[in-house]
């Protein structure tokens, strides 16, 4: 079993849809976790992080984490078609900071 | 922009050989770490720099070794290359205690 893993996708939502996107992770040791996005060619780039469990937003993001579960997921509201890319989920333990990635999900929205 | 840069953008390389990547980050981020990525899959964790120390390693072999400077650059070096080190290399840096930020990266291919 991954320590984190994702639905590789690709995961097509129209545009104007939300899209959900899906992480489990193994370690119930972990902290914190993290949403980075990657377009293709590039290096990723963080959208969010979140500690606690709940729902935290950002603009249109919205991370939710249930630990008991140990599920993290992303919500995207209103998609673009700039929205397209890579995602990738990361978590990290309290001591230290290595980050843990799973494989990430590629989403394709389309006008 | 995350205030990280990395050299060389490209590298080309024949098995045996050595490289050394490169990696500067603004001043007070006293954390770097390097990440390798495969294609189509997420970064995995090399190893963490804090104040010039070691501070955690993934599981590469020693031929997979670091630096870090007093000027918050660092280096990443892979002796005697192997196919499967084609790679886009990461480097990241903490900003505060929790997030990291990514370089752009430096992709090597190994012939």
């Known amino acids: 079993q991954k320590e984190v893993e994702q639905n590789s996708g690709p995961l097509s939502v129209p545009e104007g849809a939300i899209a959900s996107l899906n992480c489990t992770y193994s370690?119930?040791?972990?902290?914190?976790f993290f949403w980075y996005r990657q377009y293709s060619g590039k290096s990723p780039e963080l959208i969010m992080f979140?500690?606690?469990?709940g729902d935290k937003e950002d603009g249109r993001f919205t991370a939710q984490l249930n630990k008991a579960s140990q599920y993290v997921s992303l919500l995207i509201r209103d998609s673009q078609p700039s929205d397209s890319a890579t995602y990738l989920c990361?978590?990290?333990?309290?001591?230290?900071?290595?980050?843990?990635f799973g494989g990430g999900t590629r989403l394709m929205v389309k006008p | 922009e995350t205030g990280v840069t990395q050299s060389p953008t490209h590298l080309i390389k024949t098995r045996g050989q050595q490289v050394t990547l490169r990696c500067s980050s603004q001043?007070?981020?006293?954390?770097v770490s390097w990440y390798q990525q495969a294609l189509g899959q997420g970064p995995q964790f090399i190893f963490q720099?804090?104040?010039?120390?070691?501070?955690g390693r993934g599981n590469f072999p020693p031929r997979f070794s670091g630096l870090q400077f007093p000027n918050y650059s660092s280096e990443l070096n892979v002796n005697a290359l192997e196919l499967d080190d084609s790679a886009l290399y990461l480097c990241?840096?903490?900003?505060?205690?929790?997030?990291?930020?990514f370089g752009p990266g430096t992709r090597l291919l190994v012939l």
């Open positions: 370690d119930r040791g972990s902290q914190s």
């Open positions: 990361a978590v990290k333990r309290n001591a230290g900071n290595m980050l843990t």
């Open positions: 990241a840096s903490n900003r505060d205690a929790e997030t990291q930020y």
């Open positions: 001043s007070g981020h006293n954390t």
């Open positions: 720099y804090y104040r010039e120390e070691e501070n």
């Open positions: 979140i500690y606690s469990n």
